[in-house]
């Protein structure tokens, strides 16, 4: 005879691991220093204008 299994726990399981990835994404989003926010505001304007100079005119 087969093993019953119980999908409540794959269900449980799956979303545990999507609830942990979220939090990552999360803790990466707003885990950061002042300082780290800043500075990475500051570098993507840097590179926005960098690539505006780097556009040519036709």
């Known amino acids: 005879m087969a ?3 119980n999908l409540n726990r794959f269900r449980k399981a799956r ?3 999507a609830r ?3 939090a990552d994404a999360n803790r990466a989003r707003f885990g950061r220093t002042k300082a780290q926010k800043a500075a990475e ?3 993507a304007a840097r590179l ?3 690539l505006d100079g780097a556009k040519r005119d036709e």
Do not use: F, G, L
């Open 48 to 50: 926005a204008t960098a």
């Open 15 to 17: 979303d545990k691991i």
């Open 20 to 22: 942990a990835a979220e």
């Open 3 to 5: 093993q019953v299994t």
């Open 41 to 43: 505001t500051a570098d």
